[in-house]
């Protein structure tokens, strides 16, 4: 099944369900996952500097720290000359691609979102800006790529509308979220989608149609990371995602889309304390530490326990390089774009 899922990148749904449910497979998927990644990227791991801008959130996310109806959560926002300052601290630590990640405020006017974006390209015109702000409409995807984004983050969450429905308010929708990336990848963005692992209510059928809804949209970047509690939401009692399934997950990943970057997540990194060289074994090729003012960082709540949230940065650079080195990889400074081609294939 491995072996066939590694040549036509697919398998019907009943043997993905055998993957996906039973750990007999796991030694052969890390295996392939990891021989696949290493033709495709060799050892690098690219590092993606993380600035969370804001944690303000008009949206009401069943499973999110940030969730508006958190009362509790203490609220900031960075401004522009804030996040120049990170990206400054970033780029001398050898960061070449920036990514902004924040709640939906819309204090972040299309204008200010785009300043902010030039900016930054006037300064780094060698970086690639990442933009990860959620649901927007076409126009605004339109202007922040015509400042200068090139990428854009936005996690479908889960592919199926019931379960969707399970994790947000009936005014949040798939069908919107769906749209948003079609939008994205039509104006030309380097899209990355992903689905959290282990969220309430989800099933094995869920997860499949994770991986259909991906096969269709073709992102370059998937991000997938284990849901964790956070103790002020809806969802503060439930269980998490477990690592076993996590890592499978990314191994599986790695086989259906052999081209895709795909980062050891903070989560994976929450969860268990090698969580993040667990990952890269089993395929991921991507980190992301955190850029943002250690003043900001505990604020960034999107879980219980998060890591990383009281070094300075170059703290975090050192200390990933480290562990990317301990897993037998290398942390490369290069932009890091999707590979188009295999190795293989020139
Ligand atoms: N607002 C933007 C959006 O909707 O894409 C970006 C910020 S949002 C907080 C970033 C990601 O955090 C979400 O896509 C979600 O998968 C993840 N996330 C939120 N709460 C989480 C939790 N409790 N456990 C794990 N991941 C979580």
């Known amino acids: 099944m491995i072996e066939e899922l590694r040549r036509d990148r697919n398998l019907p749904d009943a043997a993905l369900r055998k993957l996906i449910e039973c750990a007999d497979y796991d030694?052969?998927?890390?295996?392939?996952?990891?021989?696949?990644?290493?033709e495709y990227y060799g050892t690098d791991v690219y590092i993606r500097g993380l600035i969370e801008l804001t944690n303000y959130c008009k949206n009401d996310c069943y499973y999110c720290g940030i969730r508006r109806s958190n009362a509790q959560a203490v609220r900031y926002r960075l401004n522009k000359e804030d996040i120049l300052e990170c990206c400054r601290e970033g780029y001398a630590l050898g960061f070449r691609t920036f990514v902004l990640q924040g709640g939906e405020d819309g204090f972040y006017t299309d204008k200010i979102v785009c300043d902010i974006v030039s900016a930054i390209r006037e300064n780094y015109p060698d970086c690639a800006i990442t933009l990860s702000l959620g649901e927007k409409n076409r126009e605004s995807y339109l202007a922040f790529f015509e400042a200068g984004a090139d990428r854009y983050l936005l996690r479908h969450e889960t592919a199926d509308e019931e379960h969707y429905q399970k994790l947000h308010p009936s005014a949040q929708k798939l069908s919107v979220r769906k749209q948003c990336l079609w939008d994205l990848k039509k104006i030309g963005y380097q899209v990355g989608s992903g689905f959290m692992v282990g969220s309430p209510y989800q099933t094995t059928e869920n997860l499949i149609a994770d991986l259909r809804f991906l096969q269709e949209l073709m992102p370059a970047m998937i991000g997938i990371g284990p849901f964790i509690p956070h103790h002020q939401t809806p969802f503060a009692t439930c269980a998490g995602g477990t690592l076993a399934l996590s890592l499978r997950m990314v191994a599986i990943l790695r086989l259906m889309f052999p081209y895709a970057l795909i980062p050891a997540t903070t989560a994976l990194g929450t969860i268990h304390p090698q969580g993040r060289e667990l990952g890269l074994k089993a395929g991921a090729n991507v980190v992301m530490p955190n850029l943002s003012p250690v003043k900001v960082r505990k604020l960034y709540e999107l879980y219980d326990n998060k890591i990383c949230t009281g070094e300075e940065s170059?703290?975090?650079?050192?200390?990933?390089?480290?562990?990317?080195?301990?897993?037998?990889?290398?942390?490369?400074?290069?932009?890091?774009?999707?590979?188009?081609?295999?190795?293989?294939?020139?």
Do not use: M, N, P, Q
């Open 27 to 38: 030694e052969g998927l890390f295996h392939h996952a990891d021989e696949v990644r290493r």
């Open 314 to 346: 170059a703290e975090c650079r050192g200390c990933l390089e480290r562990r990317v080195a301990s897993a037998g990889y290398r942390i490369v400074t290069a932009r890091g774009d999707v590979a188009c081609k295999s190795r293989r294939e020139g």
